[in-house]
């Protein structure tokens, strides 16, 4: 891991205009969704009290939600039911009340956080390849991407059957060979289905180090990890800051615009 370094950066305007003689790479810049890129706990606590109360159980303060979230939906109910309810079969009853609820709810109150939005259209304003790596279901996630940042990712990855949820690498690697198809193609085909890739990488031509993973918890940093690629934890999301700092992650960030100076610290 490279040393631990949090920015504190004081910019007069979030942007520069970009010179003609750029000397630093393109990347490719994972983020994970929840507590990084937007703020879901309102739709999340709605849809799971809702969920809860159907099948008779007791609901929760919304602000308590937090703490219950990562690691998927069927994670946040288990979390959310009375601990002598905590199994597979009462989880999977009320994921059947949580999903269609959430399916039609989750951008009433869903925001992405101050920056995010000037943050990806920089990146993407300098050629870099954007991913998006989540755990919430494929269907959700591909949703809220497309409502809150219409045509901004290049590609979108949820929860998928049969593909090991974050914290396994795997979600990476499709991530990268998604990329790699891309780069052989055409720069205006794109790609409409996600490629499936090995569970290893170690044949690929990518430089690992070349992909930045951007996350706000324990669950991103063990991805990272996993995966060899260099860690940014962002602080305004669902942990706690001095919970971050432990992780170890190779950046640590208080604002979206930290993101750029570290993009433009990786040379060509």
């Known amino acids: 891991m490279a040393k631990k370094t949090s920015f504190s950066c004081a910019y007069t305007f979030f942007f520069v205009p970009l010179s003609?003689?750029?000397?630093?790479?393109?990347?490719?810049?994972?983020?994970?969704?929840?507590?990084?890129?937007?703020?879901?706990?309102?739709?999340?606590?709605?849809?799971?009290?809702?969920?809860?109360?159907?099948?008779?159980?007791?609901?929760?303060?919304?602000?308590?939600?937090?703490?219950?979230?990562?690691?998927?939906?069927?994670?946040?109910?288990?979390?959310?039911?009375?601990?002598?309810?905590?199994n597979e079969?009462?989880?999977?009853?009320?994921?059947?009340?949580?999903?269609p609820f959430y399916d039609k709810h989750n951008c009433n109150l869903t925001r992405p956080y101050e920056g995010i939005t000037e943050l990806l259209h920089a990146l993407k304003s300098e050629g870099h390849y954007l991913a998006v790596a989540s755990n919430k279901y494929q269907a959700a996630t591909e949703k809220i991407v497309a409502q809150l940042f219409p045509s901004m990712f290049d590609v979108v990855l949820g929860e998928r059957e049969n593909v090991a949820r974050k914290p396994d690498p795997q979600i990476i690697y499709d991530v990268i060979k998604n990329y790699e198809l891309r780069i052989e193609n055409d720069a205006n085909n794109e790609i409409q289905q996600?490629?499936?890739?090995?569970?290893?990488?170690?044949?690929?031509?990518?430089?690992?180090?070349?992909?930045?993973?951007?996350?706000?918890?324990?669950?991103?940093?063990?991805?990272?990890?996993?995966?060899?690629?260099?860690?940014?934890?962002?602080?305004?999301?669902?942990?706690?800051?001095?919970?971050?700092?432990?992780?170890?992650?190779?950046?640590?960030?208080?604002?979206?615009?930290?993101?750029?100076?570290?993009?433009?610290?990786?040379?060509?």
């Open 20 to 86: 003609r003689n750029l000397t630093f790479r393109k990347m490719v810049i994972i983020f994970d969704l929840d507590g990084t890129l937007i703020n879901t706990i309102d739709d999340l606590g709605q849809a799971c009290n809702h969920a809860l109360a159907a099948c008779g159980f007791p609901t929760h303060k919304i602000e308590d939600y937090p703490r219950l979230v990562g690691n998927g939906i069927n994670r946040l109910i288990e979390r959310a039911l009375p601990e002598e309810h905590r």
């Open 194 to 268: 996600p490629y499936l890739a090995d569970a290893q990488i170690q044949h690929s031509k990518f430089n690992i180090q070349n992909c930045l993973y951007v996350g706000d918890s324990l669950v991103d940093a063990n991805t990272a990890r996993a995966a060899g690629c260099t860690l940014v934890l962002c602080t305004w999301g669902f942990e706690k800051k001095e919970h971050l700092s432990a992780f170890e992650p190779d950046y640590l960030i208080n604002h979206p615009k930290e993101i750029i100076e570290i993009v433009h610290s990786f040379k060509k």
């Open 89 to 99: 079969q009462t989880v999977l009853r009320i994921r059947e009340y949580f999903v």
